[in-house]
């Protein structure tokens, strides 16, 4: 009968790989995750690389999603105020151009829309968290000043025409702000603070030129539509935000729940395969210790 010669090294090799799988399997157990290096399933490892990545990316458009959500709904709320403010000067306008009213009337006017002129140009310098929100990319001056050193008088943008975009997961952008030049100053008879510094100007003497200052007021409910037009567009990158957001969330519960399914471990399937796996060992250990002894060597028992 012939005798393996490498029977103790072969059964010691395979009480070894046992003790390896022993180890392996009590810590998926312990840990509850299936996959714990790379060795252990390396399609499983790599899907798992893929999972955390765009879960990494979706984070971090959420992350910033969130404060750009805030930016936008403070510039949506400063842009809503100077419409209502515009809407009056073009009601006290209105009023000053039939002709009715006396001089102190007429001034008084003046002075009413030169009170709206600061709160419009405050509203233009509006900021959020430290950052002037229509000053284009210049967001650390604020980018609206008026000078009264002519009649009527000028008011100055100083930001610039940078505008900003938040890049989805997806690829697509969301447009995040508006340049405040855009919006006030515009051209001709869109530009907000020329109407408003010209109205001013020409109520101040309580003498209306009634074809002027109807034009200035033309002028206004022109620069008025125009604001809220700018308006439409913060509402839809607010509105495109809201949906990505929406989208990315859904995203992030789905990738989680695959990248769970695919590391955690099956706890009924392991516990049964660690039961198998100590009684191999025992076994092992058995045979090798009787195979080891004097008595009951190999030899003696041919």
């Known amino acids: 009968m012939r005798v393996d010669p490498n029977y103790i090294s072969n ?18 157990l ?31 458009f959420t992350q910033s999603s969130n404060l750009v959500q805030g930016q936008l709904q403070v510039a949506d709320s400063a842009l809503g105020s100077v419409v209502s403010q515009l809407t009056q000067v073009v009601t006290l306008a209105t009023s000053a151009n039939n002709g009715t009213m006396n001089s102190s009337n007429v001034k008084s ?37 008026t000078s009264t050193a002519t009649s009527p008088a000028v008011t100055t943008y100083s930001g610039d025409e940078n505008i900003n975009y938040l890049q989805m997961p997806n690829g697509g952008k969301i447009q995040l702000n508006v340049p405040g030049d855009q919006i006030f100053s515009g051209t001709g008879s869109n530009s907000v603070f020329a109407a408003l510094n010209s109205l001013v100007a020409d109520y101040a003497t309580g003498t209306v030129n009634t074809t002027k200052a109807v034009a200035d007021t033309n002028d206004l409910s022109t620069a008025l539509n125009y604001v809220s037009q ?26 989680t729940a695959a990248q769970t399914t695919l590391m955690q471990a099956d706890i009924p399937k392991i516990s049964t395969q660690l039961t198998l796996a100590e009684t191999q060992q025992t076994a092992l250990e058995s ?16």
């Open 11 to 28: 059964l010691t090799g395979s009480l070894d790989q046992t003790q390896t799988t022993l180890q392996q399997l009590t810590a998926e």
């Open 109 to 145: 006017i003046s002075s009413q829309i030169a009170g709206i002129l600061g709160e419009v140009t405050t509203l233009a310098n509006t900021s959020y968290q430290g950052q002037y929100i229509f000053a284009g990319g210049q967001t650390s001056t604020a980018p609206f000043s």
């Open 230 to 255: 700018q308006r439409v567009t913060i509402d839809s990158s607010i509105t495109q935000l809201t949906s990505a957001s929406d989208a990315v969330s859904s995203e992030q519960t789905q990738l």
């Open 30 to 60: 312990s840990g509850g995750v299936r996959v714990t290096s790379l060795s252990t399933d390396p399609v499983a490892a790599g899907q798992n690389v893929l999972l955390l990545n765009q879960i990494q990316v979706d984070d971090s």
């Open 287 to 302: 045979v090798i210790a009787q195979l080891g002894s004097s008595s009951n060597s190999l030899f003696s028992k041919l």
